[in-house]
């Protein structure tokens, strides 16, 4: 799929490498059709990280995207530099009136604390509502899934004894499902974080469906019946040395963090990790541009109706 970015995106230099079609737009205006247009919220603190990593999974199909940064107004990032924000990045604030076909809300560093106690957590709300009638499907990610649920379903996150971290393996449930097709019966994915989500508060929702599970892990993805809101509990997006990375960030912090599950071969941290689930990261994503935008959004984004 095309991306349309601006190509000094340091995102741009990577993708291409990788031999992913990037566009300027100079070239995508030649075309003579109407982009997707998928607006990321990115709430991590190493956002140029996690930028490449959404970028990467939206280029999997031949649709062409036209792709809006967000980040929040009431929140000071102090991983990226003002510069970056500045020029890639625009605020709630700015796009408030426009419409998307999609809209990613990634993960955030914040599991720890209460919802109402995040510094951005009204403006989260806000965007959330605002979603409900200026964009066509959402996919919520890891904390930005918890947030979703309890602002949209009222299900509240449970806190863990420890940190649910590593590579599990996961059950579809629904193979027949337009989001799972193509999926294996058993698949890998990555999770990392404190929190969970009970099985029996979904269940009690009739809005919610539980498409896949870990024994381990526990839920990993739910869907709105309506393909309006689809939630990820873990980090599909995860490049190979993420877990990695974040081990040794905390082993270097004293936290003494578990090693990642399933991760390293021999579960030997000195091994260099294996990706296994990139296949179905790329699938998942292609799966919900084609199914859940792209044929369901109207041409003209106007003519959409709440969820």
Known sequence: ?????????????????????????????????????????????????????????????????????LNTASHVSKNTSEEHLTTFYKTFEEVKNERFDGLIITGAPVENLEFTDVDYWQELCEVVKWSHKNVYSTMYVCWGAFAGLYINHGINKVPLKEKVSGVFRHENLMPEYPLMRGFNKQFSAPHSR??????????????????????????????????????????????????????????????????????????NPNNEPVSTWKAHAHLMYANWLNYFVYQNTPYDLNEMLEG
Request: glycine residues 2%.
């Open 194 to 267: 404190y929190s969970t989500i009970l099985k029996e508060d979904v269940e009690k929702c009739e809005d919610l469906i539980i498409l896949a599970e870990s024994e381990e892990a526990g839920l990993y993805l739910i869907a709105n019946k309506n393909g309006r809101e689809f939630f990820v509990t873990g980090h599909a997006e995860y490049d190979q040395d993420t877990l990695k990375n974040e081990y040794e960030r905390d082993v270097l912090k004293g936290i003494n963090p578990n090693v990642p599950k399933h991760y390293f071969p021999d579960d």
């Open 1 to 69: 799929m095309p991306i349309k970015i601006p190509m000094s995106l340091p995102a741009a230099e990577a993708l291409i490498k990788e031999n992913i079609f990037v566009m300027d737009e100079a070239r995508a205006s030649r075309q003579d059709i109407r982009p997707l247009k998928i607006a990321i919220m990115n709430l991590m603190p190493t956002k140029i990280v996690t930028e490449t990593q959404f970028l990467r999974l939206l280029s999997n199909t031949p649709l062409q995207i036209d792709i809006t940064l």
